[in-house]
């Protein structure tokens, strides 16, 4: 039995992969706190609906023989970046990057993925109790 073809694991890798590119993009937002013109951005909401809607538009060839060639794979990105719209404060030089609100996003992120990280390491014991491994 494979786990990463389970629907949890696989709802709870995504999960995992949008907290990691947020945290990506919110440490870039940091780096450039000084540069001017910089614009604040974050990730999309994690929209679990969005995210199976995308999934299922993921159609690509698949490959039954040695003389068959696999085509371009398509792949669509997971999770799209947005400049934030209204900030909460923009400096004279253009740069919208507020510390203090990149840090506690930061932190809601961290928050998260220790959540996450703890759903899916109970999970895994449910699953080790099951089989009798525990």
Known sequence: MDFATLPLFQAVKKRLNWLGQRQEVLSQNIANAD???YRARDLKTYDF????????????????????????????RDFT????????ETRPDGNSVVIEEQMMKVGEAG?????????????MALF??????E
Do not use: C, F
């Open 49 to 76: 609906r969005e995210i199976v809607r995308r999934e299922a538009q993921q159609i690509n060839m698949t490959v039954t023989g040695p003389n068959q060639m696999p085509g371009q794979r398509k792949r669509l």
């Open 35 to 37: 540069t001017p013109g």
């Open 111 to 123: 928050l998260k993925h220790h959540l996450t990280t703890e759903l899916y390491r109970k999970h």
């Open 128 to 133: 080790r109790m099951a089989l009798g491994k």
């Open 81 to 88: 970046e947005a400049e934030t719209k209204i900030p909460y």
